[in-house]
């Protein structure tokens, strides 16, 4: 069963921009924390983003810091992701996931409680 959906991955050259998004079918995520992970195939899972459920507090990882930016829409119950200056080393499928807590950090994928599918995104030189 699908608890949440991104959207949005796709290819682009270097330099280029993507803007994904992450919804959540027939309910909220609103009291939770979202974050942002990603793939790249024979690699661990990492993470990327985060936005945190009061204060609208966000963290990142250093190798994304200052391209990227995490934000939410509680009116439209999305959470997205806006990729600036994407380099061939973004290139992974990106993962949102909600965590009603986050008592192992919200860097730490054991946080988060509901997962998406995953969308591609491919940066090319």
């Known amino acids: 069963q699908v608890q949440l959906v991104e959207s949005g991955g796709g290819l682009v050259q270097a330099g280029g921009s993507l803007r994904l998004s992450c919804a959540a079918p027939g309910r909220t995520f609103s009291r939770y924390a979202m974050g942002w992970f990603r793939q790249a195939p024979g690699k661990e899972r990492e993470f990327v983003a985060a936005?945190?459920?009061?204060?609208?507090?966000?963290y990142y990882d250093d190798s994304v810091k200052g391209r990227f930016t995490i934000s939410r829409d509680y009116a439209k119950n999305l959470v997205y992701l806006q990729m600036n200056s994407l380099k061939p080393e973004d290139t992974a499928v990106y993962y949102c996931a909600a965590a009603l807590t986050a008592s192992a950090g919200l860097g730490n994928s054991r946080s988060y409680d509901h997962w998406g599918q995953g969308t591609q995104v491919t940066v090319y030189s």
């Open positions: 936005i945190r459920w009061t204060g609208g507090m966000t």
